[in-house]
């Protein structure tokens, strides 16, 4: 069974740094590449970036490029979202979410979340 | 950027009657790659279908998408209880990725 975990979000404030975890079990982590989501409190689903399964390849939304980084480490299973110069907007539950094995952008399993919030 | 809009934004059916969701695209894109991901209140989303018109590993044969080009739609054939969430279409044809504003399907 795909279990993906979050961790890191809490409370922090406008400026700050934030470094989000997602630890993946249940499948073959260094072949499949990963995205995070985010959602703002009573909004839709914000796709906020992806990474290749080899990490060579990355995308990112607007709204966090230059901010934002991702990584991963293949040999510990765990997904990685490095956030700086955080701002009011950036509150979220964010997701990570594991890449289909036929096209890597399409999110085929997701964890439960963890909460950002800048304040 | 590829704008994914959704209509109607709310929903009001019956159990067991059926519901028919509507997503277009601002552009059209090679394969029909769109997504729907079913979401309840307090939870992950769930890939519902892909490709427009494949259910997802363990998804009913109740729910069913279909469409190309700009317009897809999902349509579920006779709504259990549940099945009242919000769901949401989403394009992976071209970066950046971009989700639809969601339908709530709520009880009449």
């Known amino acids: 069974e795909v279990q993906l975990l979050e961790s890191g979000g809490g409370l922090i404030q406008p400026g700050g740094s934030l470094r989000l975890s997602c630890a993946a079990s249940g499948f073959t982590f260094s072949t499949s590449a990963m995205s995070w989501v985010r959602q703002a409190p009573g909004k839709g689903l914000e796709w906020v970036s992806s990474?290749?399964?080899?990490?060579?390849?990355?995308y990112y939304a607007d709204s966090v490029k230059g901010r934002f980084s991702m990584s991963r480490d293949n040999s510990k299973n765990t997904l990685y979202l490095q956030m700086n110069s955080l701002r009011a907007d950036d509150t979220a539950i964010y997701y990570c979410a594991k890449g289909s094995p036929h096209n890597g952008a399409l999110m085929d399993a997701w964890g439960q979340g963890t909460t950002v919030t800048v304040s | 950027e590829i704008v994914m809009t959704q209509s109607p934004a709310t929903l009001s059916v019956s159990p067991g009657e059926r519901a028919t969701l509507s997503c277009r695209a601002s552009q059209s894109g090679s394969d029909n790659l769109v997504a729907w991901y079913q979401q309840k209140p307090g939870q992950a989303p769930r890939l519902l279908i892909y490709g427009a018109s494949t259910r997802a590993t363990g998804i009913p044969a109740r729910f069913s998408g279909s469409g190309s080009g700009t317009e897809f739609s999902l349509t579920i054939s006779s709504l259990q209880s549940e099945d009242f969430a919000v769901y949401y279409c989403q394009q992976y044809n071209k970066w950046p990725l971009t989700f639809g504003g969601g339908t709530k399907v709520e009880i009449k």
């Open positions: 990474i290749s399964a080899t990490a060579n390849v990355k």
